[in-house]
C-alpha cells in the first residue's frame, strides 16, 4: 500500500489543494482548514452545505505569511497572515466557540462581494485550536477549523467500489480527503486503528459521517440531481442513521507526508 494523493483545504470549504509533500502536526496538514468564512453578525461558520458558492474559492498558501484568494469575476487578493492576538473575533463552528484572528476588512469585502452576504475571514494559529470532540484522542490532539479532526483518509478501493454500484465515476475530492491510499481491498480502512506512512504514526479515531456536502461537484458547486453518492451510500453505508466513508485520524507527534510513501497497518 502507498500515500497516493494528499490534499489540503486553506479556508475551510474551498476547493482542495493537491500536494506532492506536507509537513504534518497536530492539527494535521500544514495550511489544512486554518482559515475560515464566518457570518459576519454572528460568527457562526459558512460552508457549501448552504452556501455551495465557496466551491468556486480558490486558495493557495496560508500557512506561512499570506494566503491568495481567487474566484471567476474577481480580482485575486493576497491576505496577510494576522497575528495570533490581533483583532479577535468570537467565532463558531459546530459546538465549539473561540476567539481567533480576523484577516481584516479588504478580505471581508472581498468575500462578502463572492457570496452577497456580510462576511468576515478569520485564521486559525496553532495556540487557539480546539480540542477534539469529546471522547476521542488525547489531549494532545488538535483541530483548526475541520468539522472535527485534523484529518481524513480514504481508500482508493473504497471509492473505486463505490463507482462501481453507482455505475459512473464519482470524483474523490466530493469527500474532501486529506489522505488517499491505494493497494488496499475496498474498505480495509474501517478496521485499521494504527498506522505508518513513512516516519509518521497516525491513529484512526472514527469514521466520517458523510453530509449532503459530498453531492457537490467539487468544481462548481451543483448539486447532483440523484443525490448521488449519498443515494447509493445509504443503501450499504449506513449505520445507526449515519451514512459513513472514510477514517478520521489524528497524529502522534509530527514529521512529513510525501505522495509514494508507503503505508503500513500496525493495528
Known amino acids: 500500500m502507498f500515500l497516493s494523493a494528499l490534499y489540503r483545504y486553506p479556508v475551510k470549504s474551498c476547493q482542495a489543494q493537491s500536494l506532492g509533500e506536507s509537513t504534518v502536526d497536530a492539527m494535521g496538514l500544514s495550511g489544512d482548514r486554518r482559515w475560515m468564512v464566518v457570518e459576519q453578525d454572528t460568527g457562526r461558520f459558512l460552508t457549501q452545505r448552504a452556501w455551495p458558492q465557496l466551491g468556486r474559492l480558490t486558495a493557495t498558501g496560508g500557512d506561512e505569511e499570506s494566503l491568495l484568494l481567487q474566484t471567476p469575476g474577481q480580482a485575486p487578493l493576497t491576505v496577510k497572515v494576522p497575528g495570533a492576538d490581533d483583532d479577535l473575533r468570537g467565532v463558531t463552528i459546530w459546538r465549539d466557540t473561540l476567539r481567533v484572528p480576523d484577516a481584516g476588512d479588504e478580505a471581508a469585502a472581498w468575500l462578502s462581494q463572492m457570496l452577497g452576504k456580510a462576511v468576515r475571514l478569520v ?3 496553532q495556540q487557539r485550536a480546539r480540542y477534539l470532540p469529546s471522547g476521542y484522542g488525547l489531549n494532545s490532539d488538535r483541530a ?9 483518509l480514504i481508500g482508493q478501493g473504497s471509492l473505486d467500489e463505490l463507482n462501481r454500484r453507482i ?3 464519482m470524483q474523490m475530492l466530493r ?3 486529506n489522505l488517499v491510499v491505494e493497494g488496499a481491498e475496498a474498505f480495509a480502512e474501517d478496521g485499521w486503528k ?3 506512512i513513512g516516519d509518521l504514526t497516525l491513529r484512526v479515531l472514527k469514521p466520517s459521517v458523510r453530509c449532503i456536502l459530498t453531492t457537490l461537484d467539487p468544481q462548481t458547486g451543483e448539486r447532483s440531481s440523484d443525490r ?3 443515494t447509493t451510500l445509504k443503501t450499504f453505508r449506513e449505520r445507526e442513521g449515519d451514512v459513513l466513508f472514510g ?3 489524528a497524529v502522534d507527534g509530527s514529521g512529513r507526508l510525501e505522495v509514494g510513501m508507503p503505508v ?3 493495528e
Not at 483548526?144 to 481524513?152: I, R, T, V
Open 123 to 125: 485564521h486559525c494559529p
Open 247 to 249: 477514517q478520521n485520524l
Open 144 to 152: 483548526a477549523f475541520p468539522d472535527g479532526f485534523p484529518l481524513l
Open 194 to 196: 494504527r498506522i505508518r
Open 228 to 230: 448521488e453518492p449519498l
Open 167 to 169: 455505475g459512473r465515476p
Open 175 to 177: 469527500f474532501r480527503p
Open 264 to 266: 503500513e497497518v500496525l
